[in-house]
């Protein structure tokens, strides 16, 4: 196993890439710590079935938008398995789609602070107890091209998560590497809530492999930068979106 003897944290893991991230994790070997926040049938169901497989995990209700939600989940995490090594930041969302002339100064900081702000403090409190080990967040292909309508603040704090993934990388390395998705279209309840099916259809349509990105696609990618198999890639934002954008 690619993993074994690990233990990984994975934010937003009740539903979606989360949950097929710790999925993915588990199999490979590692004890997998999840947060969740409303998604609690969710995170519990992910546990479960980790548990059958064999594998260790817990499930753990955490508010990241605080410093005591980021500290309470790094402290089960220890007390559950007494180490880390993977972190994987996928917490976050879009709230809304805002124009900047519809926003308030309280929608722009809710954002930045779901995306960008806790990312720092769950990695900021991890590192704390990291020598080794890998550190994959989740960008955004937003993050490149500016996102959707009303998607300004969510893709100016993907582009800014892009960013920090690179300067950690170069502060952190040899002994802890640093990289990123940049997810395009995948079929999640984000786009569920956020993107008219019209939208997802001629996304299918435009698209070089014609078919919206799967959960299990983005796993696998988590997967890759977690383990040695990436070994000589740190600071580096992969685009997966079906070829839709290449950088």
Same mark, same amino acid.
Request: hydrophobic residues 45%; contains cysteine.
């Given at each position: 196993?690619?993993? /074994?003897?690990?233990? *990984? =944290?994975?934010?937003? @893991?009740?539903?979606?890439?989360? #949950?097929? &991230?710790?999925?993915?994790? +588990? $199999?490979?070997?590692?004890?997998?710590?999840?947060?969740?926040?409303?998604?609690?049938?969710?995170?519990?169901?992910?546990?479960?079935?980790?548990?059958? /497989?064999?594998?260790? *995990? =817990?499930?753990?209700? @955490?508010?990241?938008?605080?410093? #005591?939600? &980021?500290?309470?989940?790094? +402290? $089960?995490?220890?007390?559950?398995?007494?180490?880390?090594?993977?972190?994987?930041?996928?917490?976050?969302?879009?709230?809304?789609?805002?124009?900047?002339?519809?926003?308030?100064? *309280?929608?722009?900081?809710?954002?930045?602070?779901?995306?960008?702000?806790?990312?720092?403090?769950?990695?900021? $409190?991890?590192?704390?107890?990291?020598?080794?080990?890998?550190?994959?967040?989740?960008?955004?292909?937003?993050?490149?091209?500016?996102?959707?309508?009303?998607?300004?603040?969510? *893709?100016?704090?993907?582009?800014?998560?892009?960013?920090?993934?690179?300067?950690?990388?170069?502060?952190?390395?040899?002994?802890?590497?640093?990289?990123?998705?940049?997810?395009?279209?995948?079929?999640?309840?984000?786009?569920?809530?956020?993107?008219?099916?019209?939208?997802?259809?001629?996304?299918?349509?435009?698209?070089?492999?014609?078919?919206?990105?799967?959960?299990?696609?983005?796993?696998?990618?988590?997967?890759?930068?977690?383990?040695?198999?990436?070994?000589?890639?740190?600071?580096?934002?992969?685009?997966?979106?079906?070829?839709?954008?290449?950088?």
């Amino acid at each position: 196993m690619k993993l /074994a003897s690990k233990t *990984a =944290i994975v934010t937003g @893991a009740g539903r979606d890439i989360g #949950a097929a &991230v710790a999925r993915k994790l +588990a $199999a490979e070997g590692a004890s997998v710590a999840l947060s969740y926040f409303e998604s609690s049938k969710g995170a519990d169901k992910v546990v479960a079935e980790i548990e059958s /497989a064999g594998g260790r *995990a =817990i499930a753990v209700r @955490a508010d990241l938008n605080t410093q #005591a939600g &980021v500290d309470g989940l790094v +402290a $089960a995490a220890l007390e559950a398995f007494g180490s880390i090594d993977i972190l994987v930041n996928n917490a976050g969302g879009l709230i809304a789609r805002k124009t900047v002339a519809e926003m308030d100064l *309280a929608h722009w900081d809710a954002v930045m602070t779901l995306n960008l702000t806790s990312t720092f403090m769950m990695t900021k $409190a991890c590192l704390a107890h990291m020598t080794q080990g890998t550190i994959v967040n989740l960008a955004s292909q937003a993050g490149r091209d500016g996102g959707g309508p009303g998607a300004v603040a969510y *893709a100016t704090s993907k582009g800014a998560v892009m960013t920090m993934t690179r300067a950690l990388a170069k502060e952190l390395g040899p002994e802890i590497r640093v990289n990123a998705l940049c997810p395009g279209m995948i079929d999640t309840d984000f786009h569920n809530i956020h993107t008219p099916d019209a939208g997802r259809r001629g996304f299918e349509a435009s698209a070089p492999l014609k078919r919206q990105g799967h959960v299990d696609d983005a796993a696998n990618l988590v997967l890759f930068l977690a383990c040695d198999d990436s070994a000589f890639i740190t600071g580096a934002n992969i685009d997966i979106n079906g070829g839709m954008l290449f950088s």
